[in-house]
């Protein structure tokens, strides 16, 4: 019967490149208008374009693989997500919004130097290059794992490039959210339908309690560890301040009021995954006791009707896709805006820029499609990775909102000094032995303390005052 699920998979992707072929004139003119969408989003556009980014492989699948040990502590990820998301729409995204750029590296060397620019623009590459590859993986083992007779790892890797590729090169940052919004009601029709009947099969709710073995947590939403769960929560917070395919949706706003709308409603809708999707996890520990527990979530699926099994998978696999989008976008942005036009060819025509935008499109692309062939372990680099993010969240704030305080060196240093810090991480153990005692078991509060230190010693060092104004 996997021409019924299959068939519901073939109907989502015609429908998406179908929505983008017919909205593909809104991204028509330079880079403004095909990577940040003319500056025009909604609210409603906003609300799942970042809703999708949030919510892959990692808000569905990992969160069932940890919950069928762990209970439903694990859906604590996505909640650590929703609340970055927050916390950036309270504080934050009109804020972006009103600076009328197109980067955060931009903003460095408005305010700080050339050189904070371009450590800031190739750091940002690097870490989005890493967080797409994820998602062609992620996008592989969806299709293989539930589609097996059809699809190898490899094979399903590459139609996931496909699509989301080819849907970004049509339409840009518009493509991304419109069909994001296509993407987010099947990703909750998916793991909602799932969960339902996952528990359905088990009896209920009540039979879930008293048919788990005595030493599974089940519904014990502590069982994780608080250590880990706060690491998630900073990791998170500090992830959402300064990731360019997250900011660069409030510089794709119509205005600031959209902006933060946006970003509030989008912490609505990234709450609930996670723990839905847990919920699949404890099941699956209940009707697939002996399997691994990354089967968590594909072998409950399997298990079912074919039609719920083919909404399941399109949800699943528009939750891959969704993100993807919004990250080829992102890293796009970075080199047309930080190197290209600020480095080799400033004077580009509005249709020049289209061209150049589309080409940095199609070249991102196939190489983290090889990035994600060659590299094994990326899913822990990526954890370690958003790190990283320290740096620039420290800088984007205390120029934001304590401008008085920040000094011409503070951009170049402060990033230097994250990636130094993350190199220590892993090169010297007993840095992480003595973390871990105190209970800070992740290198970002490690990454915290080496950046607040580096940005207090460039204040008293170096006397050049920033410009005033954003």
């Known amino acids: 019967m996997n021409w019924i699920p299959l068939s519901i998979v073939c109907v989502y992707v015609i429908l998406l490149y179908l929505l983008t072929w017919l909205t593909r004139r809104l991204s028509m003119g330079g880079m403004i208008a095909y990577l940040l969408a003319g500056r025009s989003l909604p609210f409603w556009v906003i609300a799942p374009l970042l809703t999708g980014l949030a919510i892959g492989g990692a808000s569905t699948i990992g969160v069932a693989e940890r919950a069928y040990s762990v209970g439903i502590s694990a859906g604590w990820y996505n909640a650590a997500w929703a609340a970055g998301a927050l916390l950036v729409g309270l504080f934050a995204a009109h804020r972006y919004r009103q600076l009328e750029i197109t ?96 528990v359905t099969k088990v009896g209920g709710f009540g039979k879930i309690v008293s048919r788990l073995p005595v030493e599974h947590p089940g519904f014990d939403i502590g069982a994780i560890g608080w250590g880990l769960v706060i690491a998630w929560f900073v990791v998170m917070c500090t992830t959402v301040f300064s990731v360019q ?19 509030l409603l989008g912490a609505v809708l990234i709450f609930p995954v996670g723990f839905i999707s847990a919920i699949i996890g404890v099941a699956a520990a209940i009707l697939h006791p002996d399997i691994i527990a990354t089967e968590a979530l594909p072998r409950t699926v399997l298990s079912l009707s074919p039609v719920v099994a083919g909404i399941i998978l399109a949800g699943l696999w528009a939750a891959d896709v969704s993100t993807a989008s919004a990250l080829l976008v992102g890293s796009a942005t970075l080199v047309v805006g930080d190197l290209i036009k600020r480095f080799v060819a400033p004077d580009l025509s509005e249709k020049r820029e289209r061209v150049v935008s589309r080409v940095s499109v199609l070249v991102l692309s196939v190489f983290t499609y090889a990035m994600a062939v060659s590299i094994s372990g990326i899913l822990k680099t990526l954890l370690i990775g958003l790190t990283l993010t320290t740096a620039y969240t420290l800088i ?70 920033i410009p005033a104004g954003n």
């Open 396 to 465: 984007t704030l205390m120029t934001l909102f304590w401008p008085r305080l920040c000094r011409r060196g503070h951009a170049t240093w402060t990033l230097i000094m994250s990636m130094v810090a993350l190199a220590a991480w892993l090169i010297f153990p007993q840095i992480k032995t003595v973390f871990q005692g105190w209970n800070l078991p992740h290198p970002i509060f490690f990454c915290w303390f080496v950046c607040v230190a580096t940005f207090a010693v460039v204040l008293i060092f170096d006397r050049r005052k």
């Open 245 to 263: 395919s997250i900011v660069q949706i409030s510089f794709g706003a119509r205005d600031s009021g959209s902006a933060r709308k946006g970003f």
């Open 103 to 198: 980067t955060l590296p931009e903003l460095f060397e408005k305010h700080y130097n050339v050189s904070g620019r371009v450590i800031g623009a190739v750091g940002q590459i690097l870490l989005q290059l890493i967080i797409t590859s994820l998602q062609y993986v992620a996008g592989g083992a969806i299709l293989s794992s539930l589609l097996p007779d059809i699809f190898t790892f490899q094979m399903g890797m590459l139609v996931t490039a496909i699509v989301f590729v080819g849907i970004t090169l049509i339409g840009g940052f518009w493509a991304a959210g419109l069909t994001n919004i296509i993407n987010v009601i099947l990703i909750y029709a998916g793991v909602a339908l799932g969960a339902v009947m996952a």
